[in-house]
């Protein structure tokens, strides 16, 4: 295993990201120090000299840019910082070990200078090694070579030090010593320790150093689920009170068991095994905020650990350090109703968990926690109560680490949005919506066709808020429910049911057999709503219509129903559906063809120096100087002959020829290249196709604004533009669609798959199949608009051009020319129309921008531009399609809060799946957060000039001049249990981030797979990103790669794990 970092130490959350479900991350301590401002020559500031020789602060840097770096040369340097008298400690730092044969040493010292947690790095078989429980104990998987920089973070927990030291030492012939403190040993090689930083906080740890083990999920041990109610001690329990208390056959959810503690004396118990950690997790309902109860763990001889106590009467969640009690801030709560409760604790000597019941006296707690004996005040009702264990067995004094009170887990607070309870609705692909929890990381959906949920059609689990069944539902009562999974694998309990009711439209109007197009668009355009227009069954058509066969505007509650018709288009150029300012729209069942199609394939015989081609015409394709193809003519690509749509490996994604110089001689065709230098890619044998997609081409289906156009199990042959477009709408769904290469072709169409600008309620894309064609298979965007003139420090003018905006809006002010924000997270508080007709708007903003927006430069590409955040759309779904032989891109995401999830891309000419912007010629963009990436399939991608140096996976930012940007944009974005084979350049490239994760992925190729070129070639390449981490990744692939795992220094707090 090749890795550029190691991270020592656990408890290091990056964040598993989940989209519109709550989600969150632990608060860092606080940044003490690095050596950044320190000065060249002289100890750190901070630091002293601990040892008779001190190292010197140098320029040699590691992480950061500006760091500076110490160097330690012998083993009588050392140095130490006094970091106080807190409970808990976090060390992170990068180091190059010179030589794997000698130690540096890191430890602690109380104010006896008595040794506590120590970390050596560096015996003679590249071992990280730690000192505890009076022994050296290696750290598993954690290896290093000299020469190369480490990231290492070291945790130490219930720690007596006031001092942290560096300094050399070195181990003898491999062998540690028996002390950590190695200052007499011999001298071996020298070290660099850069972009130091120490944290202090006051939670209790136990002296102990160990590999992340952050991964590892504590298991859910109890419930009361199974116990039969009345008055009995439940499953596993013990009871230690004096009286019984009593298990109810309602719980939170009215169906899981409770037990109600309803008297002082109640008191149950459980066992566990020793452990560093337990996490307890309860749902609690008080009858009233004038009692305790109180949750705890205890030793074998009852001495009590941490405390919470629920329940004083000013409605406040305490808990007891030891020697006082402190409230749980900025929380408190009502009587009868459902809470949330986690306990977390560690160092823990205890074998067993209690909960029992006590009383406040009015608002005082007890001089100590138990309260057995104070006066009864109220029973309180303790649900579902869980815990887990995990650790190293460590015995230190009982400290509390941290208390977690969450109110909205519970399905009591998700209630619909959409189908709204009690309605009625005509289209029967409704997208589910429901208040989101701020616990919840996914949610379970349940749709069924009775109350009782005992003929259940769908289930799904989805980490967001937002739900599409992948086929129409039936008709008549409809009932669904939701319920949340939080992170540690909580499952709540599923919320009321909601009921809507799907209804057959009031009109029907149906198409003849030999309907004309004119009957068709008079058809759908005169229909009054709600209504079905219905083509014959099984039918065949063949029809010329001049642009679009059919358009509805301003309609809703629409379905246009194929009934499994079968259309030929005539007209090469033309479109199926335009669908205007409509709602809730559905266009389902047909299949279309196209005769001729609106490209031409030819196999090269011949070529000339002069940048000439010669082919032969493919069966059934018209010929190059047709005329749609000589008025619609703009560039072509290179097949390979060998796979129908695949682009050919190594050569241009556009090639542009000049449509006046086609010569006929037969069959045959003599075209001549725009550039001649791309000749030598025009090997005999090859397919040429050319497109006819003159200004974008006609597109198969396009919804411009509007919101919920729904596209099911339509099936098209070829195009001149793109498939499916939804300019400036919502919640547009693309379902069991399939866009081919008919048999004998050998390409499908011209332009984008599914192409989205400027939606609000991304786009819901499931079970559809693109193969074979000339742009992006899916395209999530905004376009940056125009700024004429900054008038204020709170208003632009911006120009009329993708002007885009509301009251409400939410925008970034972006640089093209570095590639960076020059203010972010603005709001449109005024939007006003600028002369007549309309030629600029004056739009007002808050909070002021002080600085300069550039605005000057004659070529308005240059100046700095505005993007949405709001009509960015969130809550996209990509799931479960196949992308087969895609010119350029797979998915190309500028979007927010959005999945892909289960895809299968397959000979994608570029990038499988990238997250960038394009300043230059589309100013697409911007950035994307807030995103899944998760068990997609991605293999034989990545292979033309296009995709020099880029990951299957890609992330970037650029500025023009088609250069990498500076700014670290793309942000929260979890890739996870993808499986990439068969790849070329890079297999996971992430540039331009912050807050990304990439867990558990597999980097993999077929056996005898070669690689095309001889650039580097890594697994995963992270560069100018941050606050992220590269865990449990698994490299199967048999070529030899440059490095598996390559962080560039131009990063900062990077995490790496095997």
Sequence with gaps: MNLSSISVGVRVFLGAIFLLAGHGRAASLPFITTFANDTVGGLPAGWSGALTANPAVTTAQAAPADAKSVVFTAVNQGMQTNVGSNAALQWDFWIQPTGTGRSLTIGTFDSGNRYGIWLTFGNTSGQVSYYANNTWNTIPGATFVANQWYRVRLVGRLDPAKTFDFYLSAAGGGALPDLPQGRNLPVRDAATVDFTTVHAGTYGFSNAAYFDDSAVQLPVTDGFDSDAPGFATPAGWTNTGTTVPQILASGADGTVCSVSLYQTTNRIEHPFPLADEVTIDAKVYPTSVGRTATLTIFDETHRWGPYLSFGVSSGKVSYFTGTAWMDVPNFT??????????????????????????????????????????????????????FGVDGFGETAPWQLDSVEITQGLEPATLAALTPANNTTAYIPTPSFTWTSSPTAESYDTQIATDAAFTN????????????????????????????????????????????FTIAAPTHTYNLAATATVSDIQTTIANAVTPAVVNFAASASYTLAPTTVLFTATNKSDLIINGNGANITFTNPMCGLAQINNCQRVLIRDLTVDYNPVPFSVGTIVSTTAGGSFTMTLDSGMPPFNAPHMLANWTWGVLLDPTNPGKIQAGTPIVISTVSQSVVQNGNQYTLQLGDPSVISCFIPGRKYIQFARNNGGTTFVTANGGADVTCYNLVNYAISGAHYMCLDGSDFKVLHCHSLIKSGRWFGGNADGVHARFNTIGPWVEQSEFNGIGDDSVALYSKGVFIQQKLSNT??????????????????????????????????????????PTTAYDIGFTPAVTGAIQTSDPNPVNNDQVFTRTKLAQGFMLRGNTFHNIRRYGSIIRASSGVVENNHYDGISDVPIIFRNEPDLWRNGLQSTDIIVSGNTITNSGFSTGAVSMGQIQMSIYKLGSLYGAWRGHQRITISDNVVSNWQEYGISVLNGAEISLLNNEITADPGATFNNSRPHYGIYMDNSQDSEILNNSFTDPRTLTLDVFVTTNTSNITVQP
Excluded: C
């Design 333 to 386: 709560f009502t009587a009868n109703a459902w809470y949330r409760v986690r306990l977390v604790a560690r160092s823990l000597p205890a074998p067993s968990f209690d909960i029992y019941l006590s009383a406040a006296n009015s608002d005082t707690l007890p001089a100590t926690p138990q309260g057995v004996g104070l006066p009864l005040r109220d029973p309180l009702a303790v649900d579902f109560a869980t």
């Design 456 to 499: 259940v059609i769908y289930t799904d689990n989805v980490p967001m808020n937002r739900y599409v069944a992948n086929q129409p539902l039936p008709g008549g009562d409809v009932y669904w429910r939701v319920r949340g999974h939080d992170s540690s694998g909580l499952v709540g309990t599923y919320s009321p049911a909601f009921k």
């Design 795 to 836: 208003s632009i003018r911006l120009d009329t051009d993708f002007f885009n905006f509301s009251v409400g809006d939410t925008f970034t002010i972006f640089n093209p020319r570095d590639g960076v924000p020059v203010a972010e997270n603005l709001t449109v508080t005024s939007k006003t129309a600028v002369g007549s």
